[in-house]
């Protein structure tokens, strides 16, 4: 079973940044073998997937975030990342990191990040 543990978000002024880190625990290999990703959940809507990452390395985005954020990995410290940029009102939400192994699919408890004017 994985677990993961959301950290680094804030409250921000429009145009900064943060940086987010999702730690993983629980799974055999790490999270070397695994694809991750990062969520968000904005006030009155559905969670949406904002990042992701596979194994290899390869990144995908959504259109709202492209050349703004940036996920990465760091195998060796069982750590992704979520480097983000020039945050805009409407990226305030909390963010949740998720990965799925055996079938199962893995959330962390998420971390609140608040970007004001």
């Known amino acids: 079973q994985v677990q993961l543990v959301e950290s680094g978000g804030g409250l921000v002024q429009a145009g900064g940044s943060l940086r987010l880190s999702c730690a993983a625990s629980g799974s055999i290999f790490g999270i070397s073998t695994l694809a991750m990703a990062w969520y968000r959940q904005a006030p009155g809507k559905q969670r949406e997937l904002v990042a992701s990452i596979t194994r290899t390395g390869s990144a995908n985005y959504v259109d709202a975030v492209k050349g703004r954020f940036t996920i990465s990995r760091d195998n060796a410290k069982n750590t992704v990342y979520l480097q983000m940029n020039s945050l805009k009102l409407e990226d305030t939400a909390v963010y949740y990191c998720?990965?799925?192994?055996?079938?199962?699919?893995?959330w962390g408890k998420g971390t609140l990040v608040t970007v004001s004017s």
């Open positions: 998720n990965t799925g192994q055996g079938g199962m699919d893995y």
